[in-house]
Each structure stands twice: as C-alpha cells, then as structure tokens.
T-cell receptor, first 112, second 116 residues
Framework: AQSVTQLGSHVSVSEGALVLLRCNYS??????LFWYVQYPNQGLQLLLK??????LVKGINGFEAEFKKSETSFHLTKPSAHMSDAAEYFC??????????FGAGTTVTVRA | GAGVSQSPSNKVTEKGKDVELRCDPI?????LYWYRQSLGQGLEFLIY????????KSGLPSDRFSAERTGGSVSTLTIQRTQQEDSAVYLC??????????????FGPGTRLTVL
C-alpha cells in the first residue's frame, strides 16, 4: 500500500535560509505525490503535486519539490525562508483506493 | 469563487451528546472527503463520497460515526454519544472529478470539536 514518511516533526530556520522538508514514499506503482501547507486555524492548501510529467515540480510561494525514484523521495525546498512560511507542511501520496495518505506533518518555524 | 466551507468552526460539547458537522463543497465537485486531525497526529481518512455511488466508509472509527451527502452537495458528519477521544479538527475536502483521478482535493477550514 502506498504511504509516506516525513522526516522531522519540527524544522526551525532563519529568515532567508534554505527550507528543506523531507518526505519519502513507499509505493509499488508510480506514485502521485502532493505537498500541502496548513496555516494556523486554516484548512490545507495545495503547494504542488507530482503526477509523473516532470521530476522537478514548482509550486506556489516559491516552493519546489524533486521526485527522485532512486531515493524514493519527494523533498520540498524553498531557497529563502520568509516569516510567512511558518506553518505545518504535509506530504501525501495518492492511493489506488481513491484516497490520500498523509504523512504526520512537519511544523516550520522561521526565526527573524 | 467560493471554496469549501464548514460549520461550525468550533464546537464544544459534553461527553455523551450527539454533534453534527456540516460541509459545503465547491459547487460542481463530485467527490467529497472527511478527515480527522487529532493533536500530534496526521490526517486520518474517515469517509469518501463520489457522485451518487455508495460512500466508502472504511475509515470511520466506530459505528457512532456516520455521514450523509444530500443531493450530491452538502454533507453532514454525525457523531453520536461523543467521547473525549473524539476531540479533534474535522476537515472536509472536495475535488472536481470522478473516481480514479488524482485531482487536487480542496480543503475547508475545519471544525474544531472539543468534548468535555
């Protein structure tokens, strides 16, 4: 069954520094992968998704993720963190029973 | 256009009471999902509606939980005889297409349920 694992429940970065959030997937078939962001007291918003068209996926707010089959990874990055990036980030994989399986989430704090 | 809306935004109830949570999906979206987000845990799938098909209830944690979707639009999640472990944020999501696609799910802001 398809699943994802997010490494690190909490990441703290300085404003302007690189943001790197790690996600590894487990899937016996080519996966469809997603990153969602959840700001405080809000629902989830899609950042980007991978559907096998291109391995480097660009999303909103300057985020991007690279699909690496050899490493079974789909890590999320942003070159320069902004205070507004403070939120919880979820990696998810599309399951073949029409559901999304989410990781446990990574909370990002940004230091001034 | 309008996104997914949920009501109420917050609900505090006493143990043993029934609660109803409402979700208004984006107009025209055929798929609707309910998830539960508990403190310190990820998102847990509860139930999935696709058009007029029978819902996938495989994620409901007990028979105290039920959901319906009227007219292919609004959905209500009902929890009977609430327990403290039901305290969580309940999220609703909708997506535009039919089963088997990987369309983006659009989430509502959630209902925070607290059972005292």
């Amino acid at each position: 069954a398809q699943s994802v694992t997010q490494l690190g429940s909490h990441v703290s970065v300085s404003e302007g520094a690189l943001v790197l959030l790690r996600c590894n997937y487990s899937s016996s078939v080519p996966p469809y992968l997603f990153w969602y962001v959840q700001y405080p007291n809000q629902g989830l918003q899609l950042l980007l998704k991978y559907t096998s068209a291109a391995t480097l996926v660009k999303g909103i707010n300057g985020f991007e993720a690279e699909f690496k089959k050899s490493e079974t990874s789909f890590h999320l990055t942003k070159p320069s963190a902004h205070m507004s990036d403070a939120a919880e980030y979820f990696c998810a994989v599309w399951r073949n029973d029409y559901k999304l399986s989410f990781g446990a989430g990574t909370t990002v704090t940004v230091r001034a | 256009g309008a996104g997914v809306s949920q009501s109420p935004s917050n609900k505090v109830t006493e143990k043993g009471k029934d609660v109803e949570l409402r979700c208004d999906p984006i107009s025209g979206h055929t798929a609707l999902y309910w998830y539960r987000q508990s403190l310190g845990q990820g998102l847990e799938f509860l139930i999935y509606f696709q058009g007029n098909s029978a819902p996938d209830k495989s994620g409901l944690p007990s028979d105290r939980f039920s959901a319906e979707r009227t007219g292919g639009s609004v959905s209500t999640l009902t929890i009977q005889r609430t327990q403290q472990e039901d305290s969580a944020v309940y999220l609703c999501a909708s997506s535009p297409s039919s089963a088997g696609t990987t369309d983006t799910q659009y989430f509502g802001p959630g209902t925070r349920l607290t059972v005292l």
